[in-house]
């Protein structure tokens, strides 16, 4: 008999970009944390599968989330949607020029490159800006880890995100940064 981790399969990964807050009860978060800078607040939370990163200013939303195919998310604002697999690179211009780009890779890795992978990431975890180490389904399985860092800049954010799938032998890696009106 399997015993199933927190995570789905890696292959039922989806990205999606709004131009709107997404309500928290759409979402099963198990951390969050938000950083500041002038002219912006950024929250971060780890999902299930993934993650959620928005970013608020006076005028402007962006809502940035990786998690299961099927979850429910809304339509209306709906600016980027696409199922994660290999990797891609994005680049959009949002409503008041607020400049988005993203990288994104899927890798599956064999067991023993994993596992050594797995061993760094649980270091990178304990010093991330947000980590979350999840329970194993078994004693002697890895735990799937989820951790972002954030780099914080003048009308700009930069976040590293990093998730990994146990059973899949699977890293998800995301690469997003935000650009405000008026960066340099």
């Known amino acids: 008999m399997k015993v199933s981790s927190v995570r789905p399969d890696v292959s039922?990964?989806?990205?999606?970009?709004?131009?709107?807050?997404?309500?928290?009860?759409?979402?099963?978060?198990?951390?969050?944390?938000?950083?500041?800078?002038?002219?912006?607040?950024a929250t971060l939370a780890i999902c299930d599968a993934g993650h959620l990163l928005e970013l608020r200013t006076p005028h402007h939303t962006v809502c940035e989330i990786v998690g299961p195919k099927g979850q429910t998310l809304p339509h209306r604002q709906r600016l980027f949607d696409k199922k994660l697999r290999g990797s891609r690179d994005e680049v959009l211009v949002l409503p008041g020029g607020v400049g988005y780009q993203l990288s994104f890779q899927v890798?599956?890795?064999?067991?023993?490159?994993?596992l050594h992978l797995h061993e760094e990431f649980s270091i990178d975890c304990r010093k991330a800006t947000l980590g979350r180490m999840f329970d194993p389904p078994n004693r002697l399985a890895p735990a799937a880890i989820s951790y972002l860092q954030v780099d914080l800049f003048p009308r700009s954010l930069l976040v590293h995100a990093f998730h990994t799938f146990p059973e899949n032998c699977a890293v998800v890696k995301t690469q997003t940064l935000i650009e405000l009106p008026g960066a340099k």
């Open 12 to 41: 039922e990964l989806n990205l999606a970009v709004l131009g709107r807050s997404v309500h928290p009860e759409l979402l099963a978060i198990h951390e969050r944390t938000s950083v500041e800078q002038e002219g912006f607040r």
């Open 107 to 114: 890798e599956r890795l064999d067991p023993e490159v994993y």
